[in-house]
């Protein structure tokens, strides 16, 4: 794992959360936030150099799949599983400290597939595609659906129906094969292919519907727009080459099925993970080709003939923009737009390799973040990973054994990048803190519910400076203390208790202190010497930070207390 150079030390604790609040009316909150101080660790996940992670959730518990984010910060998760009967999972953080807060769900369909599309989110089940109206300010939308597109397949392989949309009022849905090869036996050795293959009448490929007409029908409204992919994932349009782009799951079992043919080793490799652009009336030959990165052009199936080396009908076929080493399951794509990162990241594509389990018994590959450097709608230079160590294994045999399995990506509105995993649930939220990190402060409102604390905090800057002068190295930049030393100002009774104790521990100081059934052996020594205007303005600071949202401390308070006003 990647850690950040000494030398970026004095950056990050720059870049400590700073958080300005006020009331716009009764319950509207306004943060405006810088980016988080990263986990140590980076969550335990390694990044390249001056970028940093926060883990946003430690687990939804579930499987989360795709991931999107608001403008205005506020996170949605589709669900593999549900969560308390919900199949979709919004998150909230409250006070900008980076970690999630709130969380509440509903939708009671589950699978991949959702985006953010003028004023909705839309979701998809295996067989249609609704929408959600979000409202200002709240968490929640409107929990009752739109019916957009129903009647799709209802099929067991490759059953989800991911989408995107364009700039001209379109959504793509993405309907995947039902089959691994169209075989007359499914997935049985040496058995031909159907010819032609009925599954792509309505499967094996991408429909255009129009994103904001009700009660659409597959097979009776909208049109096909490509043909012949196998299943897909991910997808996004990409605005700035004005085109739509894809990632195909290659065929499976070409060993197994035709052992004759295809050695274990050539099997664990081929075909490619095929990234796609995707124009309409594009062909791209599923079942009857595949794409071998080694010879660099479309092979003829052994389905329909093939033997690992003729092109056949194969030949003329749309080939990928870039090919990938096969099973590593890209399960997302998403075109850079922000400016938070550097300059080679900008309109780039992350692509998420989840991880298959088709290179048995070789060991399995994936588990990690792609890059791809893009120039005039095509790859301008090598692909190269981003984000690794997901699994926490050195050799995954088994994909059950990985620890995290990366799934869904997201681009927040400050161009920070989010990434969900499908085993535990955890969202990261990926940032770069190098010199010429183009960071952006980011304005997020919203509406409290009637059920959570109302935040009334103020421009406290000189708060978090007596903070980072007088406390950061005992209780550190998170609040988190040192274990057995120092202790937490997070999640501590103690700093929403009695105003009087709080500011007592501040001019008298404190010999040892228990929090939450912990013991911590420092002393603290009085500091009396700041101003009651310090004293109020960093007390108000802790108050207000670190997970905490309790009220304001005023230097009449505190001095009050002292008994005389000014520094002593």
Same mark, same amino acid.
């Given at each position: 794992m990647k850690i950040l150079k000494a030398s970026r030390i004095l950056v990050l604790s720059i870049l400590v959360l700073v958080i300005s609040c006020k009331e716009e009316t009764k319950n509207t909150k306004e943060i405006t936030q810088v980016l988080p101080q990263p986990d140590s660790n980076n969550g335990d996940i390694s990044l390249p150099e001056n970028f940093g992670a926060i883990v946003v959730d430690e687990g939804l518990g579930k499987q989360a799949r795709h991931i999107k984010v608001n403008d205005n910060g506020d996170i949605y998760v589709k669900m593999l599983t549900k969560v308390d009967g919900n199949g979709v999972m919004a998150l909230r953080d409250t006070n900008g400290d980076g970690k999630a807060n709130i969380k509440k769900g509903f939708g009671d369909f589950i699978g991949t597939g959702m985006d953010i599309y003028n004023g909705y989110l839309y979701a998809s089940s295996t067989v249609a595609v609704y929408r959600f109206a979000l409202t200002k300010n709240e968490l929640l939308p409107n929990t009752k659906p739109e019916l957009v597109i129903s009647g799709f397949p209802e099929q067991n392989d490759h059953s989800s129906k991911p989408f995107t949309f364009d700039d001209k009022g379109n959504i793509y849905v993405t309907v995947g094969s039902p089959s691994n090869a169209c075989q007359t036996e499914v997935?049985?050795?040496?058995? @031909?292919?159907?010819?032609?293959?009925?599954?792509?009448?309505?499967?094996?490929?991408?429909?255009?519907?129009?994103?904001?007409?009700?009660?659409?029908?597959?097979?009776?409204?909208g049109?096909?727009?490509?043909?012949?992919?196998?299943?897909?994932?991910?997808?996004?349009?990409?605005? @700035?080459?004005?085109?739509?782009?894809?990632?195909?799951?290659?065929?499976?079992?070409?060993?197994?099925?035709?052992?004759?043919?295809?050695?274990?080793?050539q099997s664990a490799e081929l075909p490619a993970e095929e990234f796609l652009q995707v124009n309409e009336g594009d062909d791209f030959g599923w079942p009857?080709?595949?794409?071998?990165?080694?010879?660099?052009?479309?092979?003829?199936a052994p389905e329909y003939g093939g033997d690992s080396e003729k092109q056949g009908r194969c030949e003329g076929v749309k080939a990928p923009i870039m090919a990938f080493p096969g099973h590593l399951a890209p399960n997302d794509l998403l075109f850079?737009?922000?400016? =938070?990162?550097?300059? @080679?990241?900008?309109?780039?594509?992350?692509?998420?390799?989840?991880?298959?389990?088709n290179r048995s018994p070789l060991p399995q590959k994936g588990y990690f973040v792609a890059f791809v450097p893009m120039k005039d709608g095509k790859p301008s230079g090598e692909w190269e990973i981003f984000a690794d160590n997901f699994a926490g294994l050195e050799e995954v045999k088994n994909p059950g054994d990985a620890i995290n399995r990366p799934m869904g990506l997201a681009e927040g509105p400050d161009g920070s990048l989010y990434i969900t995993s499908s085993v535990t649930g955890k969202i990261w939220r990926v940032m770069y803190y190098g010199e010429n990190s183009n960071i952006k402060q980011t304005v997020i409102s919203y509406q409290d519910d009637a059920n959570e604390k109302s935040s009334k905090t103020i421009d406290n800057?000189?708060?978090?400076?007596?903070?980072?002068?007088?406390?950061?190295?005992?209780? =550190?930049?998170?609040? @988190?203390?040192?274990?057995?030393?120092?202790?937490?100002?997070t999640d501590?009774?103690?700093?929403?208790?009695?105003?009087n104790k709080l500011i007592g521990v501040i001019l008298?100081?404190?010999?040892?202190?228990?929090?939450?059934?912990?013991?911590?052996?420092?002393?603290?020594?009085?500091?009396?010497?700041?101003?009651?205007?310090?004293?109020?303005?960093?007390?108000?600071?802790?108050?207000?930070?670190?997970?905490?949202?309790?009220?304001?401390?005023t230097a009449s308070e505190v001095k009050e207390l002292r008994g005389t006003s000014g520094k002593e």
């Open positions: 997935r049985s050795p040496g058995k @031909k292919g159907f010819d032609p293959c009925p599954h792509r009448d309505l499967q094996a490929g991408i429909w255009q519907f129009k994103a904001d007409k009700l009660n659409q029908v597959h097979g009776k409204d049109k096909r727009y490509a043909s012949g992919i196998r299943n897909v994932m991910g997808l996004d349009w990409n605005f @700035k080459a004005n085109s739509l782009y894809v990632m195909q799951h290659g065929r499976d079992q070409l060993h197994q099925l035709w052992p004759d043919l295809y050695t274990k080793e009857y080709c595949y794409y071998d990165q080694f010879k660099k052009k479309k092979i003829l850079y737009a922000g400016d =938070q990162f550097p300059k @080679k990241y900008k309109n780039g594509a992350f692509i998420v390799f989840h991880g298959s389990w800057s000189n708060g978090k400076k007596v903070y980072d002068t007088y406390c950061l190295a005992c209780h =550190q930049a998170d609040g @988190k203390g040192v274990i057995g030393l120092n202790p937490p100002l501590a009774d103690w700093i929403g208790g009695d105003k008298n100081g404190l010999a040892g202190a228990e929090v939450n059934g912990e013991k911590y052996r420092n002393v603290m020594a009085s500091h009396k010497f700041l101003s009651d205007e310090d004293i109020a303005d960093v007390l108000t600071y802790v108050r207000s930070n670190f997970g905490n949202d309790y009220g304001k401390i």
